[in-house]
């Protein structure tokens, strides 16, 4: 690690003594401190040099190593290091501080605050990157701590990851990026010193998506940006459907290109992504939603690398239509095909039917959660053309499938196979992106997202039998302080099994005032303290979106600020149905006792990352690690 001091330049003032020359000189090294800096002090081929004493890799003394050749060797892991500038010979360990050195008078000086060639911001950049390309979870775990730390704007790492991962990943967008999506959008939900862990879990997910992956080699764009939208978007369709990853990728760099919309080309993508239903359990249009929720943090001009990420995973998804899961013992595709027009990939009915709502205000009705929630495929296909009709948009829908999946999740029965976790997972997140998608375009190929999600949602009905119970408002009021509930929940994540209590103790939360950006710094505490894996990582981020949306939405059903007592079109319901509507508070609930669960159910883990990020962290403190 080089400095800009050559040896024994600099104010005399900066040196300060360490050890007689004599004396280094008959023992070949010296152990000294200098306002707490620990160093190690060479006699080596003539050369005297100084180093940090703490190796970069686990901090062990590197004054009880061996120099032999011009060589360092730490004993512990055997990093080794050139001595005279503190390079690695091996990219794991990171380098080693070197400092500037002078003999005066036969004593040796050592100047322990050298001035660096980079700045902090620019050396950890450069750090990261290295991460990156060597997927060394390590430095990039020094790197997004040292970021953070210098003040960088989390978007310049996230733009630096999102660079990578699209370059060097030839299979395209998956789940490191995903992640690391996610995470950005978690940034202002969680405490500063959860930042780092949230930036450097998105980075290694990243780097061992991208190890051993061939790079991708860019499909430009079309000469010409003066091709119609329409048409390019048909051209776009066409090749996702025969599976053409090469002439796809070239119609949406062209729609970029040409300088066409976020919205327009949200709905080129996610008319490709919809032209079958539920691709690859939902993932497809999930990834989808997070690169555009990825070029919200990072900026458009990333936009045709990111969004050309998109393609592989389209052209080589599996598509539920041909699933038998779909097809029996209910024809699903059947129903799909009749509300859409005559197939999955037309829209022409939805259109009709959307042409006969225009100017009029749809409030969802009183038993609609019901209906999603039910076992009839057909009455539910049927509500939802019904509310087309009547005037709802894809936004007011998607919050609807979005509020009945989340719901499958905080119903969940834990009798179920474990990975049965997975498919209500699925389902949620797959809403969650139709809801993204709903607020960034009107695109009516949206509609089929939203039926889609619905019949998803049908499927996971077993998954709730029976429904564990959500506790609605008011009924966990106990009085406590609601920081000591918070306590309690991250102790339901220290031990197995507790994922009815989990989703209890979030309901008392907000029973006894607690407030939820309290409640959700700390269930993001407790999510990247673990090894995450890649779906829990997911469902957090959807549930505090989906939480978020509830507050802040206009949507009919979420209008409503009682708790459950009106019904959607804000009058006095007394039909007994209201529970079917609930209130926003409630509905505000519901993901959050969701991910709660989901969460306990998945932990605790074995922590290996939490490890490597808290080494980190004292190695960037100059803490001792070997020592206790």
Same mark, same amino acid.
């Given at each position: ?31 000294? !401190? ?29 004054? /009880?190593?061996?120099?032999?050749? &011009? ?11 050139? #001595? ?36 902090? $911001?620019?050396?950890? =950049? ?20 040292? #970021?953070?730390? %210098? ?64 790079? !991708? ?27 053409? =990853?090469? &002439?796809? +990728?070239?119609? *949406? ?14 709905? @080129? ?62 024809? *699903?595709?059947?129903?799909? /095909? ?24 749809? !409030? ?5 959660? +019901? ?82 999600? $619905? ?49 209890? @103790? ?9 407030? $939820? ?5 700390? #269930?993001?505490?407790?999510? *990247?303290? /673990?090894? $995450? ?9 959807? %549930? ?82 070997? /020592?206790?």
């Amino acid at each position: 690690m080089a400095t800009t001091d050559e040896d024994g330049d600099g104010p005399d003032d900066e040196f300060s003594p360490v050890v007689a020359l004599d004396e280094l000189e008959e023992a070949g090294r010296e152990l000294a !401190s200098i306002d707490g800096t620990p160093l190690a002090i060479f006699h080596h081929e003539g050369e005297i040099r100084a180093v940090n004493n703490r190796c970069p890799h686990m901090g062990f003394p590197l004054v /009880e190593g061996t120099v032999d050749d &011009g060589i360092l060797t730490c004993h512990w892991h055997h990093a080794r290091f050139e #001595l005279s500038c503190g390079d690695t010979f091996d990219p794991w360990a990171d380098d080693v501080q070197t400092y500037p050195v002078a003999v005066r008078d036969g004593t040796v000086y050592v100047n322990p605050k050298p001035t660096h060639e980079l700045p902090p $911001a620019e050396h950890w =950049a450069d750090r990261l990157e290295t991460g990156l390309e060597e997927n060394l979870r390590l430095v990039t775990a020094k790197s997004a701590i040292g #970021l953070v730390d %210098a003040d960088v704007d989390y978007q310049e790492p996230v733009a630096t990851t999102l660079a990578f991962g699209t370059q060097y990943r030839d299979s395209g967008w998956g789940p490191g990026l995903t992640i690391l999506g996610c995470m950005a959008n978690l940034i202002d939900d969680i405490d500063p010193d959860d930042r780092k862990r949230a930036l450097y879990t998105g980075v290694r997910h990243v780097a061992d998506d991208c190890a051993g992956e061939p790079p !991708s080699f860019d499909q430009p764009a079309f000469d010409t940006t003066e091709v119609t939208f329409d048409r390019l978007k048909s051209w776009f369709r066409d090749c996702i459907e025969v599976r053409d =990853a090469d &002439g796809a +990728e070239r119609c *949406l760099r062209t729609a970029v290109a040409a300088g066409y919309s976020n919205a327009e080309v949200a709905e @080129l993508v996610v008319a490709g992504a919809t032209d079958h239903p539920y691709l690859t359990t939902g993932h497809v249009l999930d990834f989808a939603n997070k690169a555009f929720e990825s070029l919200e943090h990072t900026g458009w001009d990333h936009a045709d690398t990111t969004l050309a990420s998109l393609v592989e995973p389209l052209v080589t998804a599996s598509r539920s239509d041909e699933q038998s899961s779909w097809r029996q013992p209910v024809d *699903l595709i059947s129903l799909l /095909e009749d509300a859409y027009g005559g197939s999955v990939t037309e829209t022409s009915d939805l259109e009709e039917l959307a042409a006969a709502g225009d100017d009029r205000s749809w !409030s969802p009705p009183a038993d609609l959660q +019901e209906t999603l929630l039910g076992d009839d495929p057909e009455a539910i296909v049927d509500a939802l053309a019904d509310a087309i009709r009547q005037g709802a948009t894809p936004e007011h829908l998607a919050a609807e499938v979005a509020h009945a999946a989340a719901t499958r999740v905080a119903q969940f029965g834990t009798a179920n196979e474990f990975n049965d976790w997975n498919t209500v997972h699925h389902t949620f997140s797959y809403a969650n992106a139709v809801y993204g998608f709903a607020r960034r375009t009107d695109a009516i190929e949206l509609y089929r997202g939203v039926f889609d999600g $619905a019949l998803s949602v049908y499927l996971d009905r077993f998954l709730n039998t029976p429904p564990a119970p959500i506790p609605t408002v008011g009924e966990n009021d106990t009085g406590r302080d609601p920081d000591a509930v918070l306590d309690d929940l991250l102790e339901t994540f220290d031990a197995e099994g507790e994922v009815d209590r989990a989703g209890r @103790l979030v309901a008392e939360f907000f029973d006894c005032g607690g407030d $939820a950006a309290d409640l959700k710094r700390t #269930l993001g505490h407790g999510l *990247l303290r /673990e090894d $995450a894996g890649f779906h829990t990582l997911q469902n957090v981020e959807a %549930a505090f979106r989906q939480a978020e949306l509830v507050e802040s939405s206009s949507v009919p059903a979420l209008v409503d600020d009682s708790e459950g007592g009106e019904d959607g079109d804000g009058d006095d319901d007394s039909d007994g149905d209201d529970e079917f509507v609930p209130g926003r508070e409630q509905r505000r609930r519901v993901p959050l006792i969701a991910t709660a669960r989901y969460m306990a159910a998945h932990f605790p883990t074995r922590r290996e990352a939490e490890q490597t990020f808290t080494i980190a962290a004292r190695l960037n403190r100059g803490e001792t690690i070997h /020592e206790a």
